[in-house]
């Protein structure tokens, strides 16, 4: 007998029992109107507020007094419309959300061809923090959604000093957010000084040759670039920057190329879950990428962007809530990138005359 997944993906079939038995949505053209958005949002939110499952991440512990009720839903379509409900304007510590953003950054900055050679782009299968993974993969870096390519993503960064460099990532991830972003300090000090691990992967690929400035200090930008504050409301706009081909919807900054946002988006689906990123396409059919804290971020091509944010996490460190309640919005709002229906017959083509 096949084992039953009790992954939220997994269940998420069973909570989307009565949305199937909706008329379909395709995903095509822009996202649906304003009042089904704002409603069906609303209802995602009172449809797994009450989930408990999960738990907090504790091994940061600054992020292990976070409230575990607190949960958060915002899209923002790619003409600037804004939806949220729940605790859509919560601070909290962006973490790994931030390595698709900083990988956008540096595409634009050293080309598609280069970043692929120099960080790989393909999934691990492997926890986001594996060590093995290193080991094992011939490129070593595997992709920059993992623990070891987002730390020799940000070691490609440029700058005179390490102030210039974090001042690159601080403003660029700005840009895609549309505010000024700063850092939450106490999250920022208690990394670092738990930060063994992540040290120890970038004197690994410092070994293979696959670090590109000072591993200590690259580490420390991208503990620091972890600890930028968002809300989902931010994270909303950082996707839906993403989803409008580089264009921040609020303030019409272009913030990358085409061709780079392009490529960041095919590395969200293919490794933005990590080794649950088949299961998620599977499932939700978007690019999205999850962080410890509970945020999780989802790229509409062309429509917008969609941000959870909930702190209990599942064993493979990615929101329960913000799983469920992506999951549940996909499949409403026609926004599987995945979906389709047959083409209409074209109308036959009359013979041509015989001649006599």
């Given at each position: 007998?096949m084992?039953t997944s009790?992954?939220p993906?997994?269940q998420?079939?069973?909570?989307?029992?009565?949305a199937?038995?909706?008329t379909?949505?395709?995903?095509?053209?822009?996202?649906?109107?304003?009042?089904?958005v704002?409603?069906?949002?609303?209802?995602?939110?009172?449809?797994?507020?009450?989930?408990?499952d999960?738990?907090?991440?504790?091994?940061?512990?600054?992020?292990?007094?976070?409230?575990?009720?607190?949960?958060?839903?915002?899209?923002?379509?790619?003409?600037?419309?804004?939806?949220?409900?729940?605790d859509?304007?919560v601070?909290?510590?962006?973490?790994?959300?931030?390595?698709?953003f900083v990988?956008?950054?540096?595409?634009n900055?050293?080309?598609?061809?280069?970043?692929?050679?120099?960080?790989?782009v393909?999934?691990?299968?492997l926890?986001?923090?594996?060590?093995?993974a290193?080991?094992?993969?011939?490129?070593r870096t595997?992709?920059?959604m993992?623990?070891?390519?987002?730390?020799?993503?940000?070691?490609?960064?440029?700058?005179?000093?390490?102030?210039?460099?974090w001042?690159?990532v601080?403003?660029?991830?700005?840009?895609?957010?549309?505010r000024?972003?700063?850092?939450?300090?106490?999250?920022?000090?208690?990394?670092s000084?738990?930060?063994?691990r992540?040290e120890?992967i970038a004197r690994?690929?410092?070994?293979?040759g696959?670090?590109?400035?000072?591993?200590?200090e690259?580490t420390?930008?991208?503990?620091?670039?972890?600890?930028?504050?968002?809300t989902t409301?931010?994270?909303a706009?950082?996707s839906?920057?993403?989803?409008?081909?580089?264009?921040?919807?609020?303030?019409?900054?272009?913030?990358?190329?085409?061709d780079?946002?392009?490529?960041?988006?095919?590395?969200?689906a293919t490794?933005?879950?990590?080794?649950?990123?088949?299961?998620w396409?599977y499932?939700?059919?978007?690019?999205?990428?999850?962080g410890?804290?509970g945020?999780?971020?989802?790229?509409?091509?062309?429509?917008?962007?969609l941000?959870?944010?909930?702190?209990p996490?599942?064993?493979?460190?990615?929101?329960?809530r913000g799983?469920?309640?992506?999951?549940?919005?996909s499949?409403t709002?026609?926004?599987?990138?995945?979906?389709?229906?047959?083409?209409?017959?074209?109308?036959?083509?009359p013979?041509?005359?015989?001649?006599?």
């Amino acid at each position: 007998m096949m084992a039953t997944s009790t992954t939220p993906l997994g269940q998420a079939a069973g909570a989307l029992s009565a949305a199937a038995a909706q008329t379909p949505r395709i995903s095509t053209g822009t996202l649906p109107e304003a009042d089904l958005v704002i409603r069906l949002l609303d209802e995602a939110h009172a449809r797994f507020a009450g989930v408990e499952d999960g738990a907090v991440a504790d091994y940061i512990p600054a992020l292990a007094s976070s409230d575990p009720a607190q949960f958060g839903l915002s899209i923002v379509g790619v003409h600037g419309a804004r939806h949220s409900v729940g605790d859509a304007g919560v601070a909290f510590t962006i973490q790994s959300i931030s390595k698709p953003f900083v990988f956008a950054l540096m595409a634009n900055e050293l080309g598609h061809e280069k970043v692929r050679e120099l960080l790989g782009v393909n999934n691990s299968g492997l926890p986001f923090d594996s060590v093995l993974a290193v080991e094992l993969n011939p490129g070593r870096t595997a992709n920059p959604m993992v623990n070891a390519g987002a730390i020799a993503t940000t070691s490609l960064v440029p700058g005179a000093d390490a102030a210039a460099k974090w001042e690159f990532v601080r403003a660029g991830l700005s840009r895609f957010a549309g505010r000024e972003l700063a850092v939450d300090e106490e999250v920022y000090a208690s990394e670092s000084h738990s930060n063994a691990r992540n040290e120890g992967i970038a004197r690994l690929l410092e070994g293979y040759g696959r670090i590109y400035s000072d591993p200590i200090e690259a580490t420390d930008i991208y503990t620091r670039q972890c600890s930028l504050l968002v809300t989902t409301e931010d994270l909303a706009v950082m996707s839906a920057t993403l989803a409008d081909g580089g264009v921040n919807p609020i303030t019409q900054e272009r913030v990358i190329d085409e061709d780079s946002c392009k490529r960041t988006l095919a590395v969200l689906a293919t490794a933005g879950l990590y080794e649950r990123s088949g299961e998620w396409l599977y499932e939700v059919g978007l690019p999205a990428k999850s962080g410890v804290s509970g945020g999780i971020i989802t790229v509409i091509p062309g429509k917008g962007g969609l941000a959870s944010f909930s702190p209990p996490l599942d064993d493979a460190g990615n929101s329960v809530r913000g799983t469920l309640a992506t999951a549940y919005l996909s499949t409403t709002l026609g926004l599987n990138v995945f979906a389709s229906q047959p083409v209409p017959a074209a109308p036959p083509v009359p013979a041509a005359p015989v001649s006599p």
